[in-house]
């Protein structure tokens, strides 16, 4: 961090000198224009060129005596991180179907080209035409239809088609953690999607719980498939699952309404049904129960943690 003077300039104003560096890495000269953002007690200050040209980011990963697991991660890691081509080389013919399933589940990017020793991805995306908000609904229409079918799954099993969804959600979610976190590195950007600081942390904990929620949804049909419950601990089972399921549609209307008083009632409602799923195994020595319990007090906590995200959204 430098420090620079304030300088008096006339009567109405003064002036800050600002460093080379920035200056060059901005590619600004004298004369120049720039904007600035008045934000409480600091002032943002960014070039007015929005449609600067950025180097294309670019990589190579070398999958050389590689298990499809660490490639995957490395695959992942590379689009959360912003980089524009990706090029996967080594042995490619024995990994081409799976590595090819990585990048199909990665929006936006396109194999460009493949050969006997490498696979080229490029990401067609603009991040700037992307809307978070539009992801998140998205999140939420699927993840509110697998716990619909979640709880029917309590009676017919389910839990293939739930997976299934399970992708799709997956594919967003990955997403909107590389529009967020490049919205957080570049200002600009962040200003262009009409987002504050506060907004992208309150955005990436909604994705981080939405993706939370449909992963528990799918475990408990899971697990439901495989029970062997009787009918009275299914009735009961239900009961609870629906309370939860409604708890996760109300949050998420408060969410868009941002009803921070809803907010503050799940929150304090957390306890009571935790409590419920305690009792509802306490002295029961059913292996699938605990097991079915367990996920829908995951579930309940991830409703819980949406509810605190609201409780802190910027109130305008």
């Not at 430098?2 to 002036?15: A, D, L, M, P, Q």
């Not at 529009?179 to 200002?187: E, L």
Request: charged residues 30%.
């Amino acid at each position: 961090m430098e420090t620079r003077k304030i300088i008096s300039f006339g009567n109405s104003s003064y002036v800050i000198s600002v460093p080379k560096a920035w200056i060059r890495e901005n590619k600004l000269k004298k004369g120049d224009s720039i904007h600035i953002d008045e934000k409480k007690d600091e002032l943002l200050i960014y070039p007015c060129q929005v449609d600067k040209k950025e180097e294309p980011k670019q990589i190579i990963i070398d999958i050389d005596n590689k298990d499809i697991t660490l490639i995957r991660s490395e695959v992942v890691s590379a689009y959360l991180n912003g980089y524009d081509t990706i090029e996967i080389k080594g042995p490619i013919e024995k990994n081409a179907p799976k590595i090819k399933a990585v990048l199909r589940n990665l929006s936006g990017l396109e194999i460009i080209q493949q050969d006997a020793s490498k696979i080229v991805a490029k990401d067609l995306l603009n991040m700037e035409e992307i809307s978070i908000i539009t992801l998140i609904r998205r999140m939420d229409n699927i993840v509110r239809s697998m716990l619909i079918d979640s709880v029917a799954s309590i009676q017919k099993n389910h839990h293939e088609e739930i997976a299934e969804r399970d992708f799709e959600v997956n594919r967003l979610v990955y997403l909107a953690y590389r529009v967020i976190r490049a919205a957080m590195i570049d200002s600009r950007l962040a200003k262009k999607l009409g987002k504050t600081n506060l907004e992208l942390l309150t955005d990436w904990i909604m994705v981080s719980k939405l993706e939370k929620v449909g992963d528990k949804s799918k475990r408990t049909a899971r697990y439901l498939a495989n029970s062997n419950l009787s009918m009275e601990e299914k009735r009961e089972l239900e009961k609870i699952f629906i309370e939860i399921k409604e708890a996760y549609f109300n949050i998420m209307a408060s969410y868009y309404k941002k009803d921070i008083r809803t907010a503050f009632d799940i929150e304090n409602a957390h306890l009571v049904m935790i409590n419920r799923c305690n009792e509802f195994v306490k002295d029961r020595h059913n292996a699938s129960a605990h097991m079915v319990i367990e996920q829908l007090k995951s579930l309940e906590t991830s409703v819980r943690y949406i509810a605190r995200a609201v409780m802190g959204m910027e109130i305008v």
